[in-house]
């Protein structure tokens, strides 16, 4: 029995199957929201396929990546420990409302029940849309180019810039204010970040920051940069690749442009 049926007959009698180009969305919400589901999954990879200018024939994921949607959170719950059975540990999570996972080559997204998002429908939709493409960009990550990790700041920085971006009223889009100015204050705060395995609320807004100072910067260098360490490259050597800058020439550089970004309000 796959996950999807052995859910659908044991923890979420709704659970459905909503098929778009790109992914395999099993879903227990309404089936009124598979249109809008579909939309922001398809919206999400258009993304992440322009910021690393691929062409639509190149592959990402081996066939389709599935996604696992709830309604409600103890589903969530029961599927994490008795189908899924992921140690929260070792999944990929930066979140506790949604996680991605991967088993060999394969990837696959698990998003919590919506009922934990939110008190208000808006809020509600807009936390779970900064989580699924939070996560979406991770399990891209994954099967970009090769299984090899990216440094965790930049992976993380991505992840919260592409939430950012498709969701402009989220959280993640004030996130990377938030961390510049505290930075700023506290310079060592970015040192410190670089070889964090674990990053505190504050780490993800600077890690987005520096993401978007990179792809500002220059955007196809911050395709090298990424290839690099997708091929086996460090970071270090990955940044002196492609922007000719050592981590403490970076700290220098984001600095200046993050002063003059935020006095002028222009993050």
């Known amino acids: 029995m796959d996950w999807a049926e052995q859910t659908r007959q044991t923890i979420a009698p709704t659970m459905h199957l909503v098929e778009t180009?790109?992914?395999?969305?099993?879903?227990?919400?309404?089936?009124?929201?598979?249109?809008?589901l579909g939309r922001i999954c398809e919206d999400m990879f258009a993304r992440l396929r322009a910021q690393f200018n691929l062409a639509k024939t190149d592959p990402v994921w081996i066939g389709k990546c599935p996604i696992y949607i709830f309604w409600e959170p103890a589903h969530f719950l029961r599927f994490t420990e008795e189908v899924d059975r992921v140690s929260r540990?070792?999944?990929?999570?930066?979140h506790a409302d949604g996680y991605h996972a991967t088993r060999g080559a394969f990837s696959h997204i698990v998003i919590s029940g919506v009922r934990d998002f939110g008190d208000t429908k808006?809020?509600?939709?807009?936390r779970f849309s900064e989580v699924l493409v939070h996560e979406g960009t991770h399990a891209f990550m994954n099967r970009l180019i090769s299984s090899r990790s990216v440094a965790r700041?930049?992976?993380?920085?991505l992840a919260d810039f592409m939430a950012a971006t498709l969701v402009p009223?989220?959280?993640?889009?004030r996130k990377h204010i938030e961390g510049a100015r505290y930075a700023l204050r506290?310079?060592?705060?970015v040192s410190r970040l670089f070889d964090k395995k674990e990053l505190s609320a504050i780490d993800y807004g600077i890690a987005q920051s520096l993401v978007r100072y990179l792809i500002r910067t220059n955007a196809n260098a911050f395709i090298q940069f990424v290839t690099a360490m997708k091929k086996g490259a460090s970071e270090l050597e990955a940044l002196a690749g492609a922007y000719r800058l050592s981590r403490h020439e970076l700290i220098r550089n984001w600095s200046a442009f993050a002063r003059q970004a935020t006095v002028r309000q222009v993050f």
């Open 21 to 36: 180009e790109h992914f395999l969305i099993f879903s227990a919400w309404n089936p009124s929201n598979d249109a809008a």
């Open 89 to 94: 540990s070792n999944a990929s999570a930066s």
């Open 122 to 126: 808006a809020e509600a939709t807009r």
């Open 153 to 157: 700041w930049v992976e993380e920085g």
């Open 169 to 173: 009223a989220s959280d993640a889009s």
């Open 186 to 189: 506290q310079p060592s705060a």
